[in-house]
Nanobody, 130 residues
Framework: QVHLVESGGGLVQAGGSLRLSCEAS????????MGWFRQAPGKEREFVAV????????YYEDAVKGRFTISRDNAKNTVTLQMNSLKHEDTAVYFC???????????????????????WGQGTQVTVSS
């Protein structure tokens, strides 16, 4: 059974930083594309970032480019989202996602569809006070 467990959420002031982590188990991590989505109250789930199984490529949602960085450690089965210069509009529940099978696209758009990911974590709350 696949488990994706997020940690690192919390309350932070605007301009601050948080580091989210996701530990994966039950899947072949080093061949899985990993990513993050978020969902704010009353809104649909939104793509944030994705990283290739090798760690060599990544895509970001435009609003977080230059502020967020996704990385992975295949030896520890973890993916991390470093979030800097946080804004109030970053407030949301953040979900770790996984797609098995050495899947990678040469453009961002397919990764923005939640249905294209096989597994989801339970989510971690990030609240940015303005």
């Amino acid at each position: 059974q696949v488990h994706l467990v997020e940690s690192g959420g919390g309350l932070v002031q605007a301009g601050g930083s948080l580091r989210l982590s996701c530990e994966a188990s039950g899947l072949t991590f080093f061949t899985s594309t990993m990513g993050w989505f978020r969902q704010a109250p009353g809104k649909e789930r939104e793509f944030v970032a994705v990283i290739k199984w090798s760690g060599s490529n990544s895509y970001y949602e435009d609003a977080v480019k230059g502020r967020f960085t996704i990385s992975r450690d295949n030896a520890k089965n973890t993916v991390t989202l470093q979030m800097n210069s946080l804004k109030h509009e970053d407030t949301a529940v953040y979900f770790c996602v996984a797609k098995q099978g050495l899947t990678w696209y040469d453009r961002r758009d397919p990764f923005t569809e939640p249905a294209n990911f096989d597994y989801w974590g339970q989510g971690t709350q990030v609240t940015v006070s303005s």
